[in-house]
Every structure is written in C-alpha cells, then in structure tokens.
C-alpha cells in the first residue's frame, strides 16, 4: 500500500482543522518532508491552484505525479481536454505522469463519455502517460464507467465512517479487474479528527456518531488518528492511500502511524448515516 500525498489544501482552506491557508513555504517544506519520508507520489490537478507549479519545480526527478482533468467543454470536447492536460504537465516540467483521472465523474456522465474515453486512451497509447482512471464518489459511479472502459485506476472515499465501497463489494470487484484502488478522505476531510463545536454544527448528522466514535477511541487508548488509519491498514485490495496534511508535523505523524502494527479500530460503529451527508462535496461549511 503506497501512501500518496494529496495537494488539495496547497492555496484554499481545505480541511476542517485548518484555521489558515497554507502559505508557499511551509508546502514547500511539507513536499520536501515527504519525499525526504520516501513518499514519491504525490495527487494534484489544476483546481488545486498553484499546486501543479510547486511541484514542477522541485529538484526530485524520481516522483510519481498523478494529475486531473476537470475542465471538459461540450461543444470543445477534446481541444478542452488536451489544453488541460498539457498545462498541466507543462507546469510539473515532466515528460510523463503517473497517471491522469478525471476529476469529476458528473462532467463525465454528461458530456459524450465515449468521445473522453478514447481521448483518455489516445493520451496513454501516445506515452504521455502509465495509467489513466476516474475518480468516483458513489458505488454506482464505478459501474457506470465500467460499461465504457476498464480503466487503470480508479480513487474513492473511504473510512471509518463511510464504508459505502467495501459493503457494496466494489473494491474487491476492481481487484479482481486487476485495476489500481487509490482511497481518499480518510480523515473525511478532518471531519474525524475535529473538535470544532462551531463547526460541527454545520454537518448535525455526524454528531452522534462523531461522539461516538470519539468516545471509543478513549475507551480504547487509542488516537481518533490512529484509529482511522488502522481500519485502512485492515482493507485488503487497496494499493494506495492519497492524504493530505495542514503541516509537517502532521505529515510525520501519519507516516509513523501507517508504521505501527496495531489493528484496533471500531469495527461495529454505527453507519446509519445517510448517504447523500457522505458526500463531501454537499458539505455547506
């Protein structure tokens, strides 16, 4: 299971914990800290502001980049597309990504599926890049591409609280498929690790259980941290784990807590949550 880090937070407040936005410096520093740590691929993609640039000009010539394509215009399919992607690998100064996704699978079902399917595919078979894939938010997004392609990687939402994917059995389905499984939202974008009254209140559906889970985790000895992690550790078929971090004490305590053995996590916590307040993308905070 190879830990990736993710970028998202590079310009914007992106996790609940954070009070601040991380400046130029200190993601420098949390990239540097990384690679330092052995972690050599890192997610991006062009929504995530200045993200692509920093990275592009790091002094490491060994990193797996796996970038995004967001931007997919009906009438201008393809010359979208391609704009995207070459600004993009023109920014990370690389001759080859790791892999390409599409970042959001609405464009994808609206626009001509096909049509991004072969453009997808052109981009590989011309060794712009290894691997191409989707990145989803709901069981049923991974069958909906299946009807048109089998791609190389597919990143979801998964943890303690949002088990969505393994219940409906669709990791061991991409396993089987023999395609790459990279999870995201382990900490569900901070939301397991908050103590932020304020804003817990902006998301009332996840109070109960978050006190729940909290209180387990004291009864347990264990960090909410720890906790989260562990029950990762413990999904089989999954090959690779995007996180993202406020700093790089953050940063090392992560990488310590993938190191430890320990397997405890809540294994019966209540998942009666419904499913459209998973989403992280409806959260109004």
């Known amino acids: 299971m190879k830990l990736i880090l993710g970028t998202a937070n590079a310009s914007s407040l992106y996790s609940l914990n954070q009070s601040k936005k991380i400046n130029k410096k200190n993601f420098i520093n949390i990239l540097n800290v990384a690679y330092k740590n052995k972690i050599k691929f890192f997610d991006t993609a062009p929504k995530y502001k200045n993200a692509e640039k920093i990275i592009g000009n790091l002094k490491y010539k060994d990193l797996n980049i796996i970038s995004k394509i967001s931007n997919i215009k009906k009438k201008e399919l393809k010359k979208t597309m391609l704009n995207e992607f070459y600004k993009s690998k023109k920014k990370l100064k690389i001759t080859k990504l790791y892999g390409l996704l599409i970042h959001d699978i609405n464009f994808f079902k609206k626009r001509n599926t096909r049509k991004i399917v072969e453009i997808l595919k052109e981009i590989k078979r011309n060794k712009l890049v290894n691997k191409i894939g989707f990145s989803v938010y709901e069981p049923n997004d991974v069958d909906f591409i299946l009807k048109f392609i089998k791609p190389d990687i597919i990143q979801l939402p998964l943890s303690v609280l949002d088990r969505r994917f393994l219940s409906t059995k669709k990791i061991d389905k991409l396993k089987s498929l023999n395609i790459e499984v ?4 382990i ?4 939301l397991l690790l908050l103590d932020d009254n304020k804003k817990l209140r902006t998301l009332p559906n996840f ?7 909290k209180n387990w985790c004291l009864k347990n000895k264990i960090s909410r941290h720890q906790a989260a992690i562990n029950f990762i550790k413990n999904v089989r078929n999954i090959n690779g784990v995007v996180f993202g971090v406020d700093n790089t004490d953050q940063l090392t305590s992560i990488i310590n807590s993938f190191k430890k053995k320990s397997s405890v996590f809540p294994k019966n916590i209540y998942l009666g949550i419904p499913k459209k307040h998973l989403d992280i993308r409806r959260w109004k905070i």
């Open 182 to 185: 990279h999870v995201r939202s």
């Open 187 to 190: 900490f569900m974008k901070g």
């Open 207 to 213: 109070k109960f259980v978050l006190e729940k889970y």
